[in-house]
């Protein structure tokens, strides 16, 4: 039988401990959550720009070496021939001789054997008695190279690798003009860049589900932002890493070498034997040298020879093993210039794990190994992730509901400087030297710039602001 009167429900909780350990699981997600959120803005926004910047100009570097191909073309480029090492040392010998007419301290110090047969051999020459200063005109040469024909020997023309576009492709994305600390500066960015990649997809993670992934809204510019900004980064994740690991490490690779006592694989030195003089005009026999460094390394294609100039009386045969992804002229033979017995090997292929990753660095972070789809595919990659800080920026600008032009002017005005100053250089012929006064200056002309531009946009608004409209009399 019922009870005539109905059981009072008491208005006390009556959550057991399951629903707590649920409420606080749920708010320490969200906690989490804001948590990835504050590390990943912050860092993009004081590190995006300049990651915007590294990323874009890393795009073209990995294209360094054929824009020096097509900048010096006329003296890179013969018609088909056999190449005949019996040619260098002659060549070398008048072409020393001929540079140290105007430049006492020109001394040869490296041979670079054609690409093919429609390619000319490539002799490097150093200015030893001369230090750059940055911005200056009319200076003297650093680095120049040779171009002699493979069967003949005939020296065929000169360049100044320093004032190439090609040095100063690389040097703006390696060292941004201001030597091992700028390079060190770019390998520390690499850290803020892992932190960005880690924290983008544990907030990616959070959205998987909800939505589909690859959907694009259209409703406003603040969403079709973050959704592309969201699936360029899902994508092109795995690359990101890679660009961030290996940037930190070839940026940072002095420090780390030496505060983790690390050895370069094949690194040779030894005492001086010979003067100085003697081992810069020592006879080479580059047929000799070839053949005993693949004696010693069958799979080596040989590419270029470095020799000694500084007494030790040795060579290095450099070159690459065929479909194996490593540094570029990472596997070389160390020979005696007297009698071209073999001093070390670094074979890769064959060597332990920790050479194999030291050589996999460079080869990973600028794609030489694999040909022209590689480094196509690469160039795709560095200006899809360069769009990454912009769109980021764009997000943020709208969510604060600020206008986006000022952002858009001043990505093209930087753009228009640097190409700009870039043919300023080449037409002036000044050697650009890597140091922090490169940079102070580079900064100085970009402040000018910027000065300029506000003052004529002051004169413009004030000349209209000037024109004051007519008053005409009202019709009675």
Known sequence: MLADNPPVMSTRSTAGPGTKVAKAWSSGKRRLKRLYWQIHSVCAIYTGGFLAFILITGAFAVYAPEVYDWEFRHDARVEAAAFDPGVLPDAIERA?????????????????????????????????????????????????????????????GEADDDRSVASFLRNVHVRIFAGTPGRNLVGLFGISLLIISFSGLLILAQFLGRRSLWLVRRSNARATNSDVHKIIGFVLIVPLLIFAVTGFWLGMQVHLMRWFDIERPGAFSREALISPQEDQTYPIDFGRAARAARAAHPRLIVQQITWSTDGERHLRVQGRTPRMVYERLSQSVVLDKNDYSVLTVVDTPNSRLGEKLFFLQEALHFGDFAGAPGKALYLVIGLLLGVLPLTGYAIQRLRSRSSLVPFWRWTALGCAYFVGLLWLLKAQGVVVASSWSTVLLLLLLAFLVRWITRWIRRLIARAKGSRKPEVRPEAT
Do not use: C, M
Not at 100 to 128: D, W
Not at 137 to 152: K, M, Y
């Open 96 to 156: 020393t001789a001929r540079l140290r007419e105007e430049t006492p301290g020109a001394t040869a110090y490296q041979v670079r054997y054609p690409k093919s047969e429609t390619h000319s051999i490539r002799v490097k020459f150093s200015n030893q008695d001369f230090r750059p200063k940055p911005f200056v005109p009319g200076q003297p040469w650093v680095l120049r190279t040779v171009f002699v024909h493979p069967s003949t020997g005939e020296i065929l």
